[in-house]
């Protein structure tokens, strides 16, 4: 909806020198991950992986036959680039209404571009802790109704991504077929204790089997490793750091070293403990030669573990991250690492899903991109377009990117952990 005169009464005031920034701006995930626009070719991005050693080695007698020579084995992971957009609309009239800074809290336009702006970017950090294909929570059964029920294992984290300060606009679908039973409604209101959101529209009927997508995001790759293969979303970190499934177009069943270290309890949540923590860390490293860096997890996971140090009366230090942050820092008893000189971080992120712990090698994720920066389409030379029959003016943000893992081994994910 654009921004109208009527729409805009709530900002218009004689002498108020300030707005007063009400939302969580923070984005800390991609402050961590390198930003790559070298490696882009075309709409994609490609790296080759070392996924096979060579079986041309062995002990032999001193007159012995040498062994057979062999030889070093590769890939190709391909990332397709993902396209993401902010559109903002302002009528003629709130322009002319806004331009003077005692005539209102801010001017119209430039509220507007910084707005869309951190929303975007906030939408781009709930995509890099997704599935890839857009779910942001699953459906229960309701029939004929605006009040959706969703499923009993909807979470905090789903709950407040659905509502995002003030809903947003969703389909309900499967992931085969996204708009299969609403398409384009706003959530009006949500209800974290009955899990159910309540749409605008027409009465919807849904299933077990359908989902809920933010609108236009939901659909999966076909597998082709190219641009517009069905993915909308980035590949994020559930798809990404995972034992099973083709990432980047690389098969784990047909190379088992592309594959992250997963500690699942059949769903059945457990204690969080120093022990599960450090036995997950020492299996990557094993696995990968690297060491792990950032420990990253939802509030009440994060709660958990620092009650837990506190018992075995664990010094909490900080440590400083990327981006002006700080996380606890965390060691692993007896182990000391000659290769990275970086402390291990436990970090609480709000889009993390619940109940869950991922161990991450930050130099070992990417984001791909074709510019650096957000920027405004302004190909016709300007960013400002009028909106054909209509006094308004119009503007559309976008970024070309995807998040994309060097390795996959050098990543791990542990679940079913109760929070505090």
């Known amino acids: 909806m654009a921004l109208t005169f009527s729409t805009a009464q709530s900002v218009l005031k004689e002498d108020y020198k300030d707005l007063i920034e009400q939302l969580n701006q923070e984005f800390f995930l991609l402050a961590q991950l390198e930003q790559n626009t070298d490696d882009v070719d075309g709409l994609r991005a490609y790296h080759a992986l070392h996924v096979t050693r060579s079986a041309g080695v062995g002990s032999r007698a001193s007159t012995g036959t040498l062994p057979v020579a062999g030889q070093q084995g590769y890939t190709q992971a391909y990332i397709p680039m993902r396209f993401h957009y902010g559109r903002i609309q302002v009528s003629g009239p709130v322009i002319k209404a806004m331009l003077k800074n005692n005539g209102a809290f801010v001017r119209a336009v430039d509220s507007e571009m910084k707005g869309i702006t951190t929303d975007l970017k906030r939408d781009i950090n709930r995509q890099s802790w997704g599935t890839a294909d857009g779910v942001i929570a699953t459906c229960g059964t309701t029939t004929a109704a605006n009040l959706i029920v969703l499923a009993a294992t909807t979470t905090p984290t789903q709950m407040n991504q659905l509502w995002a300060e003030g809903g947003m606009r969703v389909d309900i679908g499967t992931v085969a077929n996204p708009v299969l039973r609403a398409t384009d409604r706003a959530v009006t209101a949500i209800d974290t204790a009955a899990?159910?959101?309540?749409?605008?529209?027409?009465?919807?009927?849904?299933?077990?089997?359908?989902?809920?997508?933010?609108?236009?995001?939901?659909?999966?790759?076909?597998?082709?490793?190219?641009?517009d293969d069905g993915?909308?979303?980035?590949?994020?970190?559930?798809?990404?750091?995972?034992?099973?499934?083709?990432?980047?177009?690389?098969?784990?069943?047909?190379?088992?070293?592309?594959?992250?270290?997963?500690?699942?309890?059949?769903?059945?949540?457990?204690?969080?403990?120093?022990?599960?923590?450090?036995?997950?860390?020492?299996?990557?490293?094993?696995?990968?030669?690297?060491?792990?860096?950032?420990?990253?997890?939802?509030?009440?996971?994060?709660?958990?573990?620092?009650?837990?140090?506190?018992?075995?009366?664990?010094?909490?230090?900080?440590?400083?991250?990327?981006?002006?942050?700080?996380?606890?820092?965390?060691?692993?008893?007896?182990?000391?690492?000659?290769?990275?000189?970086?402390?291990?971080?436990?970090?609480?992120?709000?889009?993390?899903?619940?109940?869950?712990?991922?161990?991450?090698?930050?130099?070992?994720?990417?984001?791909?991109?074709?510019h650096m920066n957000?920027?405004?389409?302004?190909?016709?030379?300007?960013?400002?377009?009028?909106?054909?029959?209509?006094?308004?003016?119009?503007?559309?943000?976008?970024?070309?990117?995807?998040?994309?893992?060097?390795?996959?081994?050098?990543?791990?994910?542990?679940?079913?952990?109760?929070?505090a």
Not at 197 to 223: E, H, P
Not at 256 to 278: A, M
Not at 384 to 399: F, G, H, I, M, P
């Open 231 to 370: 993915q909308m979303e980035l590949t994020g970190l559930q798809a990404i750091v995972a034992a099973t499934g083709t990432l980047h177009g690389v098969n784990p069943s047909t190379y088992p070293v592309w594959k992250s270290y997963v500690d699942s309890n059949s769903g059945t949540l457990r204690s969080v403990s120093e022990n599960l923590i450090n036995k997950s860390i020492q299996k990557t490293e094993l696995a990968s030669g690297k060491s792990i860096g950032l420990l990253l997890c939802n509030d009440g996971v994060h709660r958990a573990i620092a009650a837990d140090m506190r018992a075995m009366r664990r010094n909490i230090d900080n440590v400083d991250l990327k981006g002006g942050y700080s996380g606890i820092r965390w060691s692993v008893a007896g182990e000391f690492d000659r290769k990275s000189k970086e402390p291990k971080a436990l970090k609480l992120e709000r889009d993390c899903p619940n109940n869950k712990l991922f161990g991450l090698v930050p130099g070992d994720l990417v984001n791909y991109k074709m």
């Open 195 to 227: 899990l159910t959101i309540t749409v605008d529209g027409a009465v919807v009927t849904t299933a077990s089997t359908d989902r809920v997508f933010r609108t236009g995001n939901g659909g999966t790759s076909a597998g082709t490793n190219l641009v």
């Open 374 to 419: 957000f920027e405004w389409m302004e190909e016709d030379g300007a960013i400002l377009s009028r909106v054909s029959n209509k006094d308004a003016y119009e503007a559309s943000l976008c970024q070309y990117m995807d998040m994309a893992a060097r390795a996959r081994n050098s990543h791990f994910m542990i679940s079913d952990l109760s929070e």
